[in-house]
């Protein structure tokens, strides 16, 4: 069965740290470009930050200094690492797993700063 399941999520005050995790199944991960992306109340999903088949990343302006992802193949796994949080990084948060024609997404996983 292809998935991606991704958890992580919780409540933290301004300043905290949270890790997101997602792990795949039913596909061939090492394949695949994999990204974090988040959707927050009345706004459209964006691109947080994403990891090629290879070791490329890139971060929006907005997280970049604070966030990394990373990539481990053996285990299916892309983290993201999410330090120094703001209120306005109140999202939900979805992995997303691309490769040529398919593209695939997880259920999210919710991300409350607190301030």
């Known amino acids: 069965q292809v998935q991606l399941v991704e958890s992580g999520g919780g409540l933290v005050q301004a300043g905290g740290s949270l890790r997101l995790s997602c792990v795949a199944s039913?596909?061939?991960?090492?394949?695949?470009?994999m990204g974090w992306y988040r959707q927050a109340p009345g706004k459209q999903r964006e691109l947080v930050a994403a990891?090629?088949?290879?070791?490329?990343?890139n971060y929006a302006d907005s997280v970049k200094g604070r966030f990394t992802i990373s990539r481990d193949n053996a285990k299916n796994t892309v983290l993201l690492q999410m330090n120094s949080l703001k209120p306005e990084d109140t999202a939900v948060y979805y992995c997303?797993?691309?490769?040529?024609?398919?593209?695939?997404w997880g259920q999210g996983t919710q991300v409350t700063v607190s301030s």
């Open positions: 997303n797993a691309a490769y040529h024609n398919s593209d695939l």
């Open positions: 039913g596909i061939i991960f090492r394949f695949y470009g």
């Open positions: 990891v090629s088949s290879g070791t490329s990343t």
